[in-house]
């Protein structure tokens, strides 16, 4: 009997991560930000400069783990200022941390592993600090 307990519960929680909720349509992601769709994020790339701020938004119905990483290997990278996987449901938003190192970045999906974005941070080489650069 309790196996088939642990079955139902699988099951539902399967039911859960694959199949999308119902309600309200969720809010529109903000401009500057990364949003998610149904096995996609809404763009491809984003480019920001040292000493900003990634944040991203589930503007779907369906369930998200995203973290720093490739193809829904989610993996760290030096100068990632993400070094958690964070669950998003419907109208979840997440905001990284600071990015200070130049570079190009990557944040993926596990569920997902056509869900990958690529961050590119620019230098301000020498105009100024990175909380004032842009
Ligand atoms: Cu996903």
């Known amino acids: 009997m309790s196996f088939l307990r ?10 859960g991560a694959f199949l999308p909720a119902v309600g309200a349509d969720p809010a529109k992601p903000p ?23 990634v944040t991203m938004v589930n ?12 193809g829904g290997t989610l993996e760290e990278a030096d100068g990632l200022p993400m070094h958690e996987r964070v669950l998003m449901e419907t109208d979840d938003s997440y905001t990284t941390a600071v990015w200070n190192q130049p570079g190009v970045f990557y944040l993926t999906c ?3 592993p056509e869900m990958t974005v690529k961050v590119i941070v620019t230098d301000c080489g020498g105009c100024c600090s990175p909380a004032s650069c842009g």
Request: net charge negative; proline share 2%; glycine share 8%.
């Open 6 to 15: 642990v079955l139902v519960a699988v099951a539902l929680v399967m039911a």
């Open 31 to 53: 401009t500057r930000s990364i949003g998610m769709d149904h096995e996609v994020f809404t763009i491809t790339e984003m480019t920001i400069h040292q000493g900003e701020t």
């Open 59 to 70: 503007n779907s119905r369906w369930l998200h783990i995203v973290g720093p990483g490739e």
């Open 110 to 112: 596990s569920i997902h």
